[in-house]
């Protein structure tokens, strides 16, 4: 008579007694962007969220919803361009929670307009500065700090997740900056899960599409524009921040414990629509 071979602990999503700082992590009023819907939905699952924000009011606004949930969070005023900044971020989550486990990368501009012809040369390395060289900054901070932490399931100590665009995988966007960040994020994603990988750093990236989020919007949004929008997708339905937050959720979790230097679409299948003219 066979016995059963005992199965492989199964991975948890929970995300129990771990820290996450998540930059960009306010909104417009009480809207739903990434950062904020990041950080609720880790707090969800358990995690204590530092909330980092230039916008300090729209920070604590998500500490707020945290909280009402029952969560733990906590808020800080952050600039990301700024070296000091970022330091003062990861050590403000030692000085109040000991010890770090994720970091998501979200803060994020269109930067500079124009092509190579008519871009400003002080916006362009301006908005560098903000959408790649912080994320740099921030994990400079942050991995020395997880590197203290136990190693976890499959050796895991920490983990990163970048949040890029699809913009950075494709052309067709008038403004050269936006496209141009975000594929250095995405590249620069896979070079830091090279680097940090052998000593227990996942390093991930997901790329949103065409959601609708209150810094998408503005100040408006034509109707007529946001159904174009829509339509560039497969699916025939318009995503949110919620979506870009479960992709972010998944990496952070133990679930996706084998998973560094990924990138993933969120993006309802724009990425790989393309048609061609019969």
Not at 19 to 41: E, H, M, Q, W, Y
Not at 143 to 162: A, C, E, F, H, W
Request: charged residues 20%.
């Amino acid at each position: 008579m066979s016995h059963p071979t005992a199965l492989p602990p199964r991975p948890s999503r929970r995300l129990d007694e771990r820290v996450a700082i998540v930059t960009g992590a306010g909104s417009l009023g009480d809207g739903l962007g990434n950062g904020r819907a990041i950080s609720l939905l880790l707090a969800s699952d358990g995690a204590t969220v530092l909330c980092a924000d230039r916008n300090l009011a729209s920070a604590e606004r998500t500490v707020e919803m945290i909280v009402q949930e029952g969560g733990k969070a906590a808020s800080l005023y952050a600039d990301v361009s700024s070296e000091a900044d970022c330091e003062k971020l990861v050590r403000a989550a030692e000085d109040m929670f000991g010890r770090l486990d994720m970091l998501v990368n979200n803060v994020g501009i269109m930067g500079a307009k124009g092509t190579a012809v008519d871009a400003s040369a002080e916006e362009w390395a301006q908005a560098l500065g903000i959408n790649v060289t912080a994320m740099v900054l921030m994990a400079k901070y942050a991995i020395p700090l997880m590197l203290r932490n136990q190693p976890g399931d499959g050796g895991i100590r920490g983990n990163i997740v970048n949040i890029g665009s699809i913009a950075g995988l494709q052309g067709g966007t008038p403004h050269l900056l936006y496209p141009t960040s975000k594929g250095a994020v995405i590249n620069m994603s896979r070079a830091m899960a090279y680097n940090h990988g052998r000593d227990g750093i996942r390093v991930n990236c997901v790329c949103p599409g065409f959601l609708y989020t209150p810094m998408v919007a503005g100040s408006g949004m034509s109707e007529e524009v946001r159904n174009l929008r829509r339509g560039q997708g497969l699916l025939n339905s318009e995503g949110n921040a919620w979506d870009c937050a479960a992709a972010v959720r998944f990496l952070a979790s133990d679930e996706a414990r084998w998973i560094t230097g990924a990138t993933i679409t969120v993006d309802a299948g724009v990425t790989c629509s393309y048609v061609m003219p019969e």
